[in-house]
């Protein structure tokens, strides 16, 4: 008994009749690098927030921490009892320095009247060291760059002294090196008796980092299992009792027009001296490390943030891109990285959300919406998107991640485009339906749309017919699909 | 059929809370709550809050807030009002009488156009927050209006342009009939036009309308425009009702105002709202007004109600938003 | 130090302003760069200077509180009543109106809250909640005979000198009470654990909740705060208008937010400080007496105000998007790109 830090068992959460959790069971040992993973949809949020006491489960759960029975959890409870939570937004306060940060649950765990400012400073240094980082402990947090704002959020949690630290996704903002930076800190938190619980979707790391593998599927256990009894396709397996099929995707050349040609195109602190080709019927792939300036360059070509500098030459003549309304008259179509945020308008209807991008199309009197043909275009594309919901009046939010994705596909199909560029299109959607996402994407193409695919997975690069890999806002490389792998790729962005 | 039914709800709600507060003025003064002389004075009354309400709600709706409605209107009002006092002498031929009345509303009308823009440049293009960038210019204009009143008022105008605000057209007062005209133009507007389209989606989720193709900026610019019109058109007839205008008049409404907003639906978030539930709205608040003045109410205790009220009103706006929220489940 | 560095310039460009302003004054009328002009500025600030600090406090925490002033009306109206009844003295008078302050700020508290309604709409409603009470129960009544302890009080001066006109002037108590109530404020948020609570939920009050700061004491404590100085504000009022008028706070809410703004202090929460607004005080101040000086009338007084703000506000606004546009996002390769 003495060996498990943290047990978590019977624990089962219902909202409103959808069981979130079912009677779902976890146990981290000491001196552990445990990992949560699971689907969107698996519950594997919801576990985190009962064992942080920001949600309390249902009546027959069982916690203990460290040996002591929690009766109702909360955070602070949980704090004291030695769990420390790192959220995916890492909840850092953003007008405050970084040494506040860092020494905030310490401060609040002493409940002084008074802050020591030199108590503060001590608690900063010392947990910075620990991880060998270099962090300015006067700067805003506000300030800094993401890396090292994840940087600040570990300290913090290691300045708490806490005996289980959760991790929510941390490495989506990291480049490789800073990966294994911190795959060293917590190798070395685990030789010093502490244990980690490690959420993540990222295989590869995975296997990598953690001693056992805790699997969520629709709100159940699917079993705890050793690091060396699982492999790649045992896991995803395991996650989502479906197997993935690699495709590849071959383009004809022949007879393909030039769509859009993009020279030396730059913009200050974002990307520098860009060049790229889009014909017809192409999938290009676009991947780097976090920071390398995809993003910014989509947003440019899109006409959010325009470029400094450069040509953009499309259907052979040359333009300036400077607002999203000279985009989408060129025919560009940019579904966003950030689908909840930027994609969809989550509390409007479907319907609305399909024709917010055609409403010049739709004019009588150059004034007034022609309801009916509206509607009539509405259900065309939730018909031909197999958008799956019981009427196009219903909210975007009570659709799944995959259906909102298909939204957002539906309302720039609709601008009929002749180049989309698609911001990690698969991000957060389940691997059933990414598979879905990319064959529609597969299936535009072969009409001649050309595509711009923007990914972090070298998976996903694959099922491109080209790949471009940026890195520090510049295109460094080209590598066509049917000449490499992934595993290559995959080297290539992080070398 | 049951979405149908999900729409109309809120309206019959408030249509529901309507006849009970009516009834319930009727009870309190059974002889003088329904009777002519007093419906015919809520008639009076109903357009001047019922057009700053829909100046704020539709500011409201797109998720901002314009506290400027009010004082915006006593400066286009006083100028209205001097340009016109300037023009007018004794021995004005009809003809002549007309043409100076046309140019006071059109400077009414003008300088409220004006005052919208800057707000709309200042919230939308310089992306000041609303609360912040209207109370900004609220403060400016107030300022103004004494500064150009010396606290004075400006009064005494000629029949012509009373009769905007007193004036009867087939049994109903002009008024009335220019805001439900206002109403259903900004009805018609909100639900089918492009530009009351983005209004909502605006509201609703700026960066991801913005990320559409949606020009986020001029929407907001007209909008704001917009309400400074509607603001405007209250200052007009308010201005002839009173026979005067002065710096201190009007205040009262704003609070009013945003209260019928959220009354008829209008959340504080932005992205919802329409224009048929201010107008019930509006209804509501102008029986409580008139019913409390048939009791005897000084002003000081109807402000302490409103502000009352005004908070229940969020708390039951809370409550129903609460209510309608799927809950996240992972 | 790099915090220091940044923090201070804005309220270097407020330094500027002012001493330039001054300068342009003075060369109009010189009585303005005079001590007995300065503190006399200063005493009639001093009003609106304490209001100032507690709107400080509340903007910091992310809140708004637009019942200030109906606050300060109830309470100087609660102390005048009561001293006029029963007789007291200066620790009575502090006490009856710090009391009624806290009590009144602590349902804006509550409500904020509990009830979780924005809080510009709440105080929207407690303004009138309170100011229409009061009026009802007062039916609008002056009060004027203050007992001679009190206006013996108002004249008290910490250090004096005589004018050439053989009048006293110096150090009034009422700018001592106000820069005790900068010190104190400063203190609090600097060294008091719910001092930087404030900044905390004012930052990011999801990161707070998560951290496991209290955020309904705190933002209890904030909405007392204001309204124990809106308190303490009222009783510099009645000392320098020598009565106690009820409509003669209310409606200068904005000025006071406009001040704290014009400091520095972010509608948004987490960003202010109590030099700023003192600043930003001493700044409408400077305005207001020069255009004084100046034989500017005061009816367009309020207008400069209004524009000050205008322009100040839409100066930030340039200034924050600025430093989004320059916002380093990647670390560009310098160089050739390879062929």
């Known amino acids: 008994m003495a060996e498990n830090l943290v047990s978590l068992r019977h624990i089962s959460k219902n909202y409103a009749g959808v069981k979130a959790l079912d009677n779902v069971e976890l146990i981290i040992r000491r001196a552990e690098i445990h990992a949560l993973v699971g689907e969107n949809g698996s519950g594997k949020s919801t576990l985190i927030k009962v064992l942080s006491g920001a949600v309390q489960p249902s009546e027959k759960a069982e916690i203990e921490i460290d040996n002591v029975r929690v009766r109702s959890n909360s955070c602070t409870e949980s704090i004291r009892c030695g769990v420390a939570v790192i959220y995916q937004d890492l909840s850092l306060f953003p007008n405050l320095t970084v040494a506040e940060n860092i020494a905030v649950n310490d401060q609040i765990e002493k409940r002084a009247v008074v802050v020591d400012w030199r108590d503060v400073q001590r608690v900063a240094a010392t947990a910075i060291a620990q991880i060998g980082a270099k962090l300015d402990v006067h700067a805003l947090v506000g300030d800094l760059s993401i890396a090292d704002q994840q940087l600040v959020a570990i300290c913090r949690a290691l300045a708490q002294e806490a005996k289980l630290i959760v991790m929510d996704e941390p490495t989506s903002a990291l480049t490789q090196r800073e990966v294994e930076l911190l795959f060293g800190v917590l190798r070395d938190l685990r030789s010093k008796g502490n244990s980690i619980l490690f959420i993540s979707h990222k295989m590869g790391e995975i296997l990598s980092i953690s001693d056992r593998v805790t699997i969520l599927r629709d709100g159940m256990l699917v079993g705890t299992y050793n690091r060396d009894e699982l492999d790649r396709r045992k896991l995803e397996f395991l996650m989502t009792q479906k197997q993935s099929v690699e495709s590849r995707y071959a383009w004809n050349g022949d007879n393909r027009r030039t769509l859009l040609e993009v020279r030396g195109l730059s913009k200050r602190g974002n990307f520098r001296d860009v060049s790229l080709t889009l014909r017809e019927g192409e999938i290009v792939g676009l991947i780097g490390p976090l920071g390398s300036g995809r993003t910014e360059l989509a947003l440019a070509l899109f006409g959010l943030k325009p470029a400094d500098s450069g040509e953009i030459v499309a259907a052979g003549i040359p333009r300036r891109i400077r607002t999203v309304k000279d985009a989408i008259q060129l025919g560009i179509g940019y579904v966003p990285e950030d689908r909840v945020q930027d994609g969809v308008i989550l509390s409007k209807s479907i319907g609305r959300n399909i024709s917010i991008t055609i409403l010049k199309k739709l004019l009588t009197f150059a004034f007034f919406l022609k309801e009916e043909e509206r509607r009539k275009q509405v259900e065309r594309w939730v018909t031909t998107l197999q958008i799956k919901c019981s009427s196009s009046e219903m909210p975007v939010q009570t659709l799944s991640g995959g259906n909102q994705q298909r939204v957002v596909l539906a309302k720039w199909l609709a601008t009929d485009p002749k180049i989309l560029i698609l911001d990690s299109p698969t991000a957060g959607i389940d691997v059933g339906a990414k598979a879905t996402i990319l064959e529609i994407i597969r299936q535009l193409a072969e009409k001649g749309m050309a595509i711009l695919l923007i990914t972090d997975e070298s998976s996903e690069a694959m099922s491109c017919n080209r790949v471009l890999i940026m890195k520090r806002g510049r295109i460094v490389e080209e590598v066509r699909c049917d000449a490499t792998t992934e595993d290559e790729i995959l080297e290539k962005v992080n070398a | 059929m049951r979405l149908l039914a999900g729409r109309y709800r809120t309206l019959l709600t408030l249509g529901a809370i309507l006849v009970v507060v009516a009834v319930l003025m009727w009870v309190l003064s059974p002889d003088r709550f329904l009777s002519g002389p007093n419906l015919q004075s809520m008639a009076y009354q109903i357009p001047i809050l019922g057009l700053f309400s829909l100046a704020m709600a539709v500011a409201m709706i797109t998720g901002g807030i314009n506290l400027s409605i009010i004082s915006s209107a006593i400066v286009s009002g006083v100028a209205g009002a001097l340009l016109l006092k300037s023009l007018v002498h004794a021995g004005m031929g009809a003809f002549q009488m007309t043409a100076a009345v046309t140019a006071a509303i059109l400077v009414i009308l003008g300088i409220s156009v004006i005052i919208g823009a800057l707000n709309g440049l200042i919230i939308g293009y310089a992306k000041v927050p609303a609360v912040l960038g209207s109370l900004a210019t609220m403060t400016m204009l107030q300022g103004l209006a004494i500064g150009i009143t010396k606290g004075g008022a400006v009064s005494g105008f000629p029949e012509a342009f009373q009769f905007i605000g007193l004036g009867v057209v087939g049994g109903v007062p002009l008024a009335f009939v220019l805001f439900l005209l206002f109403a259903v133009l900004l009805s018609l507007l909100l639900n089918r036009t492009p530009w009351g389209f983005s209004i909502y989606m605006i509201g609703s989720n700026e960066r991801a309308t913005l990320y559409s193709g949606i020009n986020n900026r001029a929407i907001l610019l007209r909008t704001y425009v917009l309400s400074g019109l509607l603001s405007g058109v209250a200052a007009t007839i308010m201005t002839s009702q009173f026979d005067s205008i002065k710096a201190s008049y009007g205040s009262a409404y704003l609070l009013q105002s945003i209260l019928v907003a959220l009354l008829g639906g209008v959340s504080a978030s932005g992205g919802q709202g329409t224009v048929s539930g201010v107008v019930i709205g509006i209804l509501i608040l102008q029986c409580f007004s008139s019913g409390f003045n048939i009791l005897g109410f000084s002003t000081f205790l109807t402000t302490a109600i409103w502000g009352l009220m005004l908070i229940l009103a969020m708390v039951v706006s809370f409550v129903r938003e609460r209510s309608v929220q799927t809950p996240s489940i992972v | ?339």
């Open chain 3, 1 to 339: 130090m790099r915090i220091a560095s940044i923090l201070k310039r804005h309220e270097l460009y407020l330094i500027v302003i002012i001493a330039l302003l001054s300068v342009l004054i003075t060369s109009i009328n010189h009585h303005f760069a005079t001590l007995e002009n300065l503190l006399d500025m200063l005493k009639l600030s001093s009003f609106t200077g304490v209001l100032a600090v507690g709107v400080l406090v509340v903007l910091l925490s992310g809140g708004i509180d637009l019942s200030f002033t109906a606050i300060a009306t109830v309470a100087m109206y609660l102390m005048g009543s009561y001293i006029l009844t029963f007789g007291g003295n200066l620790l009575v008078a502090i006490l009856i109106v710090a009391v009624t302050g806290i009590v009144l700020g602590a349902i804006n508290g509550v409500i904020v809250h509990k009830l979780e309604i924005p809080a510009i709409i709440v105080t929207l409603g407690t303004l009138s909640i309170f100011y229409g009470a009061l009026m009802v129960i007062a039916q609008g009544r002056d009060i004027y005979n203050l007992p001679q302890w009190f206006r013996d009080f108002a004249k008290l001066n910490l250090v004096s000198w005589r004018n050439v006109g053989g009048s006293t002037y110096g150090i009034s108590i009422f700018l001592v009470i106000w820069a005790v109530v900068l010190a104190v404020t400063w203190a609090l948020l600097r060294y008091a654990s719910v001092g930087r609570g404030v900044f905390a939920i004012g930052g990011s009050p999801l990161a707070a909740s998560r951290a496991g700061y209290r955020i309904g004491r705190i933002q209890l404590f904030v909405y007392c705060y204001i309204g124990m100085l809106s308190g303490i504000a009222s009783m510099i009022h009645v000392g320098l208008v020598d009565q106690i008028a009820p409509h003669s706070i209310v409606g200068k809410e904005l000025v006071v937010i406009a001040a704290v703004v014009l400091g520095g202090a972010s509608l948004s929460g987490g960003k202010g400080s109590v030099l700023g607004t003192f600043l930003g005080v001493f700044l409408f101040a400077v305005i207001g007496n020069g255009l004084t000086l100046t034989r500017v009338t005061s009816y367009w007084q309020d207008a400069v105000t209004g524009i000050v703000l205008l322009l100040s506000i839409l100066i930030a606004a340039f200034r924050e998007r600025r430093r989004e546009k320059s916002l380093v996002r990647v670390n560009v390769e310098e160089g050739k790109a390879k062929a």
